[in-house]
């Protein structure tokens, strides 16, 4: 674990890569204040991100913007495929089926545990996963979940400290959520923050 501690405060001290950081975390930290609409918008852009480029994501949510929350099904579908998602009928039946619990997460995000507000989503919200749901709560402001995709995957295997999972079960990401967990604390950083570190080791990009 020497070496990634090594390696994620090597980053820490490049002020640039530190002042993205730190932008973006602020930025996630005011939207769970805002309405409900805005909310369920960075609900479809972790959506949109399973198994697709984060980054045409963005510039898909910047097209769409409010067509998430009033388009019909196909009238998004269509968008989605015009603007290039690979997934485009899937993602909008996704997003189109969620907007009935829109309000109920915008309670519940006042009001919830935020493992149970997890667990929540990933229960009755339809095309999200552990990775997604903690992607979407890292930005909308909640600091203490891993986003655990391939990337930081290769990161944490090239350095020796998981073998590759072949399927990622609960358990599984929970047991990865700790090994992320300990580096978080050893760095001083949250795990949304431990986040954007490790993939930009990988990337060299500071998304979302």
């Known amino acids: 674990m020497k070496e990634i501690i090594r390696l994620i405060e090597g980053l820490?001290?490049?002020?640039?890569?530190?002042?993205?950081?730190?932008?973006k975390m602020g930025q996630f930290k005011k939207y769970r204040k805002m309405p409900a609409d805005e909310i369920f918008k960075q609900l479809c852009f972790c959506i949109m991100t399973a198994n697709f480029n984060a980054k045409r994501s963005m510039?898909?949510?910047?097209?769409?913007?409010?067509?998430?929350?009033?388009?019909?099904?196909?009238?998004?579908?269509s968008k989605l495929k015009e603007y290039g998602h690979r997934f485009p009928n899937a993602r909008a039946n996704y997003m189109t089926c969620n907007r009935k619990h829109k309000e109920t997460l915008k309670q519940m995000i006042d009001t919830k545990n935020e493992k149970e507000l997890r667990d929540w989503i990933v229960k009755n919200i339809k095309g999200l996963g552990y990775k997604e749901a903690s992607h979407f709560l890292r930005n909308i402001g909640y600091e203490n979940f891993a986003i655990i995709d391939f990337h930081i995957i290769d990161v944490l295997v090239g350095y020796g400290l998981i073998e590759r999972p072949k399927a990622m079960t609960r358990n599984k990401y929970l047991e990865i959520e700790k090994i992320l967990g300990k580096i978080a604390k050893r760095t001083g950083l949250s795990q949304?923050?431990?986040?954007?570190?490790?993939?930009?080791?990988?990337?060299?990009?500071?998304?979302?």
């Open 12 to 23: 820490k001290k490049d002020p640039k890569i530190r002042g993205q950081v730190d932008s």
């Open 59 to 77: 510039e898909i949510e910047e097209r769409i913007g409010d067509g998430f929350i009033c388009f019909p099904e196909k009238k998004l579908a």
């Open 192 to 208: 949304g923050e431990l986040d954007f570190y490790l993939w930009y080791s990988e990337t060299q990009k500071i998304l979302k």
